[in-house]
């Protein structure tokens, strides 16, 4: 197998730049976590420190993933797709329900959620897969019949935890490195047809709750006290923050506990209710430059794995970002996909850690590899 070797330009040419920015948004995260849990006085362990936990965690699959050649972990991404489906079924089978979902796998004092990891998995598969069938030419629909399958299985999984957010999230990866590569316009005419004629179909298939998160965000005045409550209390909150905020540890929505869900999917109306439009705008600045210096990496690999996995790990950022910033400002569903580095979670931080250690991984080698 081929590591990387430890010669001076690896430090000389070490991304600290890609570094800096993900352990100072990772910082701005635990900070928040503790402003919302503060008033939390009958929690057993505060949510601040298991964060510290998992971040800590984190940082040792982060430089897993940077020592070894990524160029070894793409042999091994369809071994890696296997052991993830198998967790994902095993979730259906022995996972732990909350909430009216079963999406956790609980191993002693660790519980793991192998959608979270899916999306990881998601991206060194397809990057395999493009990898293994380069084309000069845009695909045609026949020959992304297998990236569908490759999809669609994960996709079904996750599905039924019940978890749509992580299901559209998948889909959403999977489109995004599709165009990347160039898809023939007839077959994305078609592609996109035929998912207009599953809207109906789709919508059968949604639970009850689903169906009325969507409703919802049509109009969230339609149930105040209900479904919509979740949308305007996070518009309450982040208005009330004004310019410069209200202060640390200051957020009455915050701190009455008006807030559902304040450290995980709404963690961003807790920071601008406390830090204002300036507070909110530095945080979303920091979120964006690592988007793009992602992408930057992208651009310089020397190779296309390379840049299909610096382009794909910067998709995943990109698009929970967007996503979660149209949900806490009412102008998308609320789906339950976590801000990256902000939200609470163990799985998600692991996760997105450790596909940080791959471009970092990507991003050295650009200077080592020959071509």
């Not at 079924?89 to 660790?110: E, T």
């Not at 992408?295 to 998709?315: E, N, Q, R």
């Amino acid at each position: 197998m081929i590591f990387l070797k430890f010669d001076r330009r690896i430090f000389q040419h070490f991304d600290w730049t890609l570094l800096g920015l993900v352990l100072a948004i990772c910082g701005i995260g635990v900070v928040n976590i503790y402003s919302s849990g503060v008033s939390q006085v009958d929690s057993v362990a505060p949510l601040y420190l298991k964060q510290l936990q998992w971040i800590l965690v984190g940082l040792v699959f982060m430089v897993i993933m940077f020592l070894i050649d990524y160029r070894v972990i793409n042999e091994f991404a369809y071994v890696i797709y296997g052991a993830t489906l198998v967790l994902l079924v095993a979730v259906m089978v022995f996972g732990h329900a909350s909430h009216g979902a079963q999406r956790w796998l609980v191993f002693g004092p660790i519980t793991v959620q192998p959608s979270e990891l899916a999306k990881l998995m998601l991206i060194l598969v397809l990057a395999r897969y493009f990898d293994d069938h380069k084309s000069m030419e845009p695909y045609k629909l026949r020959e992304l019949l297998i990236p569908m399958v490759l999809v669609a299985v994960p996709f079904v999984l996750v599905l039924k935890q019940p978890d749509l957010g992580t299901g559209l999230m998948l889909v959403i990866i999977a489109a995004s490195i599709a165009l990347f590569m160039g898809v023939n316009w007839k077959s994305l005419l078609i592609a996109f047809g035929a998912f207009l004629c599953m809207i109906p179909l789709a919508w059968h298939f949604l639970k009850d709750y689903q169906k009325e998160r969507l409703l919802t965000f049509l109009a969230p005045e339609r149930d105040p006290l209900g479904t919509g409550y979740h949308i305007l209390q996070s518009m309450i909150a982040i208005g009330s923050g004004g310019f410069f905020g209200k202060g640390f540890l200051k957020g009455s929505q915050t701190q009455l506990k008006f807030l559902p869900e304040q450290q995980t999917d709404f963690v961003f109306s807790v920071f601008a209710e406390e830090w204002g439009f300036v507070g909110g705008m530095i945080l979303l600045s920091m979120l964006l430059s690592l988007i793009v210096w992602g992408l930057k990496i992208a651009l310089h690999s020397k190779d296309l794995l390379g840049t299909m996995l610096a382009f794909g790990i910067s998709a995943l950022i990109a698009w929970q970002v967007i996503i979660n910033m149209g949900m806490v400002l009412g102008l998308l569903p609320v789906v339950g996909i976590p801000l990256p580095f902000m939200s609470y979670g163990g799985s998600a931080m692991v996760t997105l850690l450790a596909a940080v250690g791959l471009l970092m991984n990507v991003s050295v080698r650009r200077f080592i590899l020959q071509r």
